[in-house]
């Protein structure tokens, strides 16, 4: 079944053609929150704005691969919004120059309902676009395909639940026990096991369908599983970007001057014991044509960073 829905989401995308001057950088993940306790983004909101600030100055286009909103153990985006108001002009800024593409995962589908929709689309006003007032359509896609110069270089960006049961078919449902069973219960030790990021067997489960589809398809970029991955040689071209809850860092994609590479951004400090903001590229870089040339592939990945 995950394979035709991925085959579905992925003849059905909308296509952005990219070439060697194309800067692109993946997020998914961010959960951002309404600040409270339980905001596992607010750790690391910081280190996410100085990245993001970093390529918006860059000129990259950025997509947001799903789960950046946390809707689930919050009702209402607005006060999410309101928690982070310097994140979302920051969006803005990108939304204007039509660098931004924006996904949903299981966590972020709520955005689909009319409610949550006009909210997204009032953070792009007067009051948090530095004073401009701009028309405003806003996309929520499944998935997107980036078209490397013909349609016989592709690869699909999507958050990656669609081959998860639990967090695609009965999305709802788990919604309703993470919102009033699961989130008390991990505040005393508890570990959710709808979670993909916290149960090694339904992670490992996911990240096998996805490399099978890969395998047999066109390489593949997703989120949801909390774990950053860049294909080692001879496997599957299935990555991911990872998350920006971890308390090493927060990784991303980048693709750039037709290279791909995954990249952790953190916390270091100098011999005089004062704190920096690095960049480190943990995956790659590799040119982007290596991936698109079919082969026996199997799954690996890189150390846990959790």
């Known amino acids: 079944m995950y394979r035709k829905r991925l085959n579905n989401l992925y003849e059905a995308a909308n296509r952005v053609d990219i070439n060697n001057r194309s800067k692109i950088v993946i997020f998914s993940d961010c959960h951002r929150g309404d600040g409270g306790n339980s905001d596992n983004f607010a750790k690391n909101e910081n280190l996410y704005y100085h990245a993001l600030r970093c390529y918006y100055s860059y000129g990259y286009t950025y997509i947001e691969a799903g789960d950046t909103d946390e809707l689930w153990e919050n009702k209402r985006l607005s006060d999410i919004v309101d928690a982070h ?59 997107l395909v980036l078209r490397y110069y013909s349609s016989e270089k592709e690869i699909l960006i999507t958050h990656g639940h669609q081959v998860d049961f639990l967090n695609y078919d009965l999305w709802r449902l788990t919604r309703l026990m993470v919102r009033y069973v699961w989130r008390p219960l991990e505040s005393i030790g508890f570990k959710d096991p709808t979670n993909a990021s916290t149960s090694r067997k339904h992670r490992k489960k996911i990240e096998r369908h996805l490399s099978n589809w890969a395998s047999d398809n066109v390489p593949i970029i997703t989120g949801h599983t909390h774990r950053p991955r860049f294909p080692e040689e001879g496997d599957a071209p299935y990555f991911n970007s990872g998350s920006c809850v971890n308390y090493r860092g927060i990784t991303c994609i980048e693709i750039s001057d037709g290279m791909i590479m995954l990249v952790m951004w953190k916390h270091d400090t100098r011999p005089d014991g004062s704190v920096y903001v690095t960049r480190e590229v943990i995956g790659g870089p590799e040119h982007l044509n290596k991936y698109f040339v079919k082969k026996d592939m199997s799954i690996s990945g890189l150390p846990e960073l959790i």
């Open 85 to 143: 108001t310097e994140i979302y002009r920051l969006l803005c800024k990108f939304y204007k120059r039509n660098r931004l593409y924006m996904l949903y995962g299981n966590h972020d589908m709520a955005k689909l309902n009319e409610r949550n929709s006009k909210c997204i689309e009032s953070y792009f006003n007067k009051e948090i676009c530095d004073g401009v007032d701009i028309e405003t359509d806003v996309t929520f896609y499944e998935a």
